[in-house]
């Protein structure tokens, strides 16, 4: 089984900055992309940023140049840190991993989420 838990969410005002967390742990093999949902009320669920196990990013038009994701492949750790937050990032933040992992005694590939962590930006 695989875990993935998050930290770091909070309360913020804008132009603020926090720095989220997600570790993953198990019966890992290898994680090719892990990335950053969120979710806000009444909304779908939106992918905020991803990076592949080589370094290659991708991130949502709406937080270009202000958040930054980053990992650790030996730590199978990935980071989100989100600089001039603006009330609109307020939603509940989810870890995705792409994980190879074992099921049944067989090697598969397998998508893993987090439990969530609220992000709130408001003076």
């Known amino acids: 089984q695989v875990q993935l838990v998050e930290s770091g969410g909070g309360l913020v005002q804008p132009g603020g900055s926090l720095r989220l967390s997600c570790a993953a742990s198990?019966?890992?093999?290898?994680?090719?992309?892990m990335g950053w949902y969120r979710q806000a009320p009444g909304k779908q669920r939106e992918l905020v940023a991803a990076i592949t196990s080589g370094g290659s990013t991708n991130y949502a038009d709406s937080v270009k140049g202000r958040f930054t994701i980053s990992r650790d492949n030996l730590k199978n750790t990935a980071l989100l840190q989100m600089n001039s937050l603006k009330p609109e990032d307020t939603a509940v933040y989810y870890c995705n991993a792409n994980v190879r992992t074992v099921v049944s005694g067989t090697r598969v590939w397998r998508d893993y989420w987090g439990q969530g962590t609220q992000v709130t930006v408001s003076s």
């Open positions: 198990g019966s890992i093999f290898s994680i090719n992309v």
